[in-house]
């Protein structure tokens, strides 16, 4: 399994744009680089999946550079609501996809505190 | 799109006794769910695999006398905590694996047990 590293923490205000990067080295060349959100008693909630270069949807984007050892996911305008707890996990096929066995590992997390 | 329902939401029991959480995928059948347990402020640990109409896989760590699974049916898995103790207090996550047009995870919204 690829070793992840993320931040524990992060903080930001309303309106700005925020960043969080996922370092994960040993990334194996089957592997997808996805992101789950979390807020207090509930089941996470898949954002936005990616295997190299730039993914973007409605709530999200997620940058892979070429060497796919890390990834970013940069949320847009952040507001009171987007404060929770954000995954990286690495591994296991597409979100969407035959190669998904549905077996995840979730690593620490990054809690995001958006202030007014 | 797909939904992933628990039951009960949250449960309060006295040590020594069983208590059962069901997981149910209601629209679509799922003969892969996973359950995973979380405490506060910590990330979602996987503890077992369940696979419709055969034995669930366990994690390392993890007793399966303890921790008792339950998937007779492609719509519902249960996880039974037996003579359960406030050591087992914890928010209780199952996944549903959706295996239609490529396969999906799907979470629950999780169930709270807190044994006194």
């Known amino acids: 399994l690829a070793k992840i590293t993320q931040p524990i923490s992060m903080d930001s205000y309303e309106g700005q744009e925020v960043n969080i990067t996922c370092s994960h080295n040993?990334?194996?060349?089957?592997?997808?680089i996805t992101w789950y959100q979390q807020f207090p008693s509930q089941g996470p909630r898949f954002i936005i999946q990616?295997?190299?270069t730039k993914v973007t949807n409605e709530v999200a984007s997620l940058f892979i550079p070429a060497d796919r050892k890390s990834s970013t996911l940069s949320l847009p305008r952040v507001s009171l609501s987007d404060t929770a707890v954000y995954y990286c996990?690495?591994?296991?096929?597409?979100?969407?996809?035959?190669?998904?066995?549905?077996?995840?590992?979730f690593g620490q997390g990054t809690t995001l505190q958006v202030k007014p | 799109g797909a939904v992933v329902s628990q039951h009960p939401s949250w449960v309060i029991c006295k040590s020594g006794t069983s208590v059962k959480i069901e997981c149910r995928s209601l629209d679509f059948q799922a003969t892969t769910m996973f359950w995973y347990r979380q405490f506060p402020k910590q990330s979602l640990m996987l503890m077992a695999t369940?696979?419709?109409?055969?034995?669930?896989?366990?994690e390392q760590g993890v007793e399966k006398d303890k921790f008792l699974i339950n998937h007779a049916s492609l719509t519902l898995s249960t996880l039974t905590v037996t003579s359960a103790h406030p050591e087992d207090s914890s928010f209780y996550i199952c996944?549903?694996?959706?295996?239609?047009?490529?396969?999906?995870?799907?979470f629950g919204e999780g169930s709270w047990l807190t044994v006194v």
């Open positions: 369940s696979n419709e109409g055969s034995k669930a896989t366990y």
């Open positions: 990616g295997y190299k």
């Open positions: 996990l690495v591994g296991d096929g597409p979100q969407t996809g035959s190669s998904n066995t549905g077996k995840l590992i």
């Open positions: 996944s549903a694996l959706k295996t239609v047009s490529g396969n999906t995870i799907y």
């Open positions: 040993n990334i194996a060349t089957n592997d997808y």
